[in-house]
Structure formats: structure tokens, C-alpha cells
């Protein structure tokens, strides 16, 4: 059986993993596809934007713990072999792929969230004000936010098939 330092990492990769990818399979549907008649278009978007929020703050805690968990435990945690310096430097560039993108997503969400147009607020705390809003800084940061996403699942499916074929 793996060591308990091992377990808590495939945990939290997973974790993360799960709820990144309920993020992006789930946000275009909740926003989009869900009837605004049942609670208006304001409020609707509102609390789309907000459970997204927290949803990603969550993926951020358990990155960023990963991480942590990681840097404390490198010695304890058991991992694929590098086959080769090819292989390093693609590992290398998949995973940081996938922290530049994830804080990218991070920097872009909350400059959308603070030129919403309708009030958000996070743990009772107003992050925009639709009196005060950008819409043209929102519109790039939105460019960009969905630029992002659709990399992240480019990156995504390299991470698959490289784990695939290193445990091959």
C-alpha cells in the first residue's frame, strides 16, 4: 500500500481535477441553458457567477495545498519515473501549462467579477459595483478568460495521453 503522504497528494490531484473539470463542463450550462424566468436574469447570473467564484476558489485551495503538500513531502511521495530529458522537459511544460493557465483564470475571473454587471458579493464581501463597471475592460478579460479555458483543455488532454503512454 502507498505511504499516507502519497494518498493525501492523489487526493487532492483528484479533488482538484474533479472539480476543474465539473467547472468547465458545468458553468456554460448553468448560465446558459437554465430558464432566467425562474428568477429573474439579474439575480439568475448573480448566483451563476458567484457559485462559479467559489467553485474556483476551491480549486485554487486545493492547487494551492498540492503544492504546498509537495514542496513538504517531495521526498515521501512516490512518482512515475522520468524515462528520459525529453520526457522531463515535457512534464516541465504540461504542469506549468497548467499553473500559468489556472492563475490566468484566477487574474481574469476576478477582473471580470469586479466590472460585473450586477453585484457580487463573496463571503459577504462586494467584489463589484454595476454602477461603477468597465465594460470594455470585462469584454477582454472575458476574451481571455475563454481563451484560457480552451488551452486548459488542450492541456488537459496532453496531460492524459502523456500519463497514458509513460505507463505504458
Do not use: C
Not at 119 to 127: A, D, M, P
Amino acid at each position: 500500500m502507498d505511504n499516507k503522504h502519497y494518498i493525501v497528494d492523489r487526493t487532492l490531484h483528484w479533488f482538484a481535477a474533479f472539480l476543474i473539470l465539473f467547472i468547465l463542463m458545468n458553468m456554460s450550462a448553468q448560465i446558459h441553458t437554465i430558464d432566467y424566468q425562474i428568477k429573474g436574469q439579474e439575480l439568475h447570473r448573480q448566483e451563476s457567477i458567484q457559485t462559479h467564484a467559489l467553485m474556483a476558489l476551491g480549486v485554487f485551495t486545493l492547487v494551492l495545498t498540492r503544492l504546498i503538500w509537495e514542496k513538504l513531502f517531495s521526498g515521501k511521495l512516490t512518482r512515475q519515473s522520468i524515462q528520459n530529458r525529453a520526457h522531463a522537459i515535457l512534464v516541465k511544460i504540461v504542469h506549468g501549462g497548467f499553473y500559468l493557465i489556472l492563475s490566468g483564470l484566477v487574474v481574469t475571473g476576478v477582473g471580470m467579477a469586479i466590472n460585473a454587471e450586477v453585484v457580487i458579493y463573496l463571503f459577504g464581501v462586494q467584489f463589484s459595483d454595476a454602477v461603477s463597471r468597465d465594460g470594455h475592460f470585462y469584454a477582454s478579460m472575458l476574451d481571455i478568460h475563454l481563451m484560457l479555458i480552451d488551452t486548459l483543455w488542450w492541456v488537459i488532454a496532453a496531460h492524459f495521453a502523456g500519463v497514458l503512454y509513460a505507463r505504458r
